[in-house]
């Protein structure tokens, strides 16, 4: 089993900086994509930022700028740097990651449980 473990939430000023960490555990092969999404109350899910294995990026418009994705394979990790946060970016930020367990000839996706951010103007 695989699990994604999101750790560095919370509440801050609109202006303000936070950082997001995502930790993946379980019987990894290789973990390909890996991103961050995020839910507002009462909207769909929608990404934030993904990073490939090769160091590739994509982000949403709406944080093109502010936020940042990078990876450490070393330890299955995926951050997120969010600096000169909204208001609108108040939200549960989910991780996700592609994973090709041990001995498996396919990838599967995994999310985490999530975690709060908001930001207060």
């Known amino acids: 089993q695989v699990q994604l473990v999101e750790s560095g939430g919370g509440l801050v000023q609109a202006g303000g900086s936070l950082r997001l960490s995502c930790t993946a555990s379980g019987t990894i092969s290789r973990i390909n994509v890996m991103g961050w999404y995020r839910q507002a109350p009462g909207k769909q899910r929608e990404l934030v930022a993904t990073?490939?294995?090769?160091?590739?990026?994509n982000y949403a418009d709406s944080v093109k700028g502010r936020f940042a994705i990078s990876r450490d394979d070393a330890k299955n990790t995926v951050y997120l740097q969010m600096n000169s946060l909204k208001p609108e970016d108040t939200a549960v930020y989910y991780c996700?990651?592609?994973?090709?367990?041990?001995?498996?000839?396919?990838?599967?996706?995994?999310w985490g449980q999530g975690t709060q951010v908001t930001v207060s103007s």
């Open positions: 996700n990651a592609e994973v090709r367990r041990l001995f498996a000839t396919t990838s599967d996706d995994y």
């Open positions: 990073i490939t294995s090769p160091r590739r990026t």
